[in-house]
């Protein structure tokens, strides 16, 4: 495992504090952004990489940053 995972991991953990203090599971976040609940799953994991587009929406569905949802930049 390499960099990329160590940055896939945090995103990943990231997002699902984003998703947790908006209430939604895994499914409902699926459902609002049009992808499977088993690719949230491994968003979060670290399993999967996420895309721009689909970061942007989640940027834009939490009010948050890029920075953040990819480095953890306040």
Known sequence: RGLGDVYKRQ?????????????LTQEQLAEQLGVAA???????TG?????????IE?????????DYIFLGRE
């Open 58 to 66: 989640l940027v834009v569905r939490f009010e948050t940053t890029l």
């Open 11 to 23: 995103s990943g953990k990231r997002i699902k504090a984003l998703r947790k203090e908006h209430g």
């Open 38 to 44: 088993n690719t949230i799953a491994r968003i979060e």
């Open 47 to 55: 399993n999967r990489g996420i895309s721009i587009d689909l970061a």
